[in-house]
């Protein structure tokens, strides 16, 4: 019986890790961001980055923050990144690299696509353009990448010479 109490436990504390490193959306965690402030968390979304930006966010998400007593605001569903002091030198050349890379380009004109997963602390602002930054420790899955040309994909109309079959 003691085996079994000790095995139930052990599976309790492994399921209970599991939830508090598990991956969620930007918009996933707006649902609960003021509860999620001071929390570790590990966050995927689309990434816009710069040589003097970083946001992750979500385009397409039903949950909003709202804060303020008296004066309410609502906020966009985007974080501002910031790397801790514990970021490694390689992950933090990767994510200046992947900064040049997306400002190269669109200096060449083209448009731009980012995304990854992100670990870190959250902190609610006090102020400023975003309603929390993440302090990240490390990243996965950084990826930027051009669009293709919105002019070089085809069209959905059928060309000018359509067969209509009655």
Known sequence: MKHVVRLF??????????DLHAQESVCDLFSHLESADGSQVVVTGDLIIARDLAVLGSEDCDNRYISGTGV???WPTALSLSPSS??????LQQFQKAA????????????????ASFSGRIKLAQSGELPAQLIFDSFDNLKVEALP???SLPSAHTSSRETFVT
């Open 9 to 18: 436990f052990l599976s309790a504390a492994l399921i209970a890790a599991t």
């Open 72 to 74: 309410r605001r609502r």
């Open 86 to 91: 514990s970021v490694t030198p390689d992950q």
């Open 100 to 115: 040049a890379d997306a400002d190269s380009l669109r200096n060449q004109g083209k448009p731009v696509s980012a995304s």
């Open 149 to 151: 040309d919105p002019g």
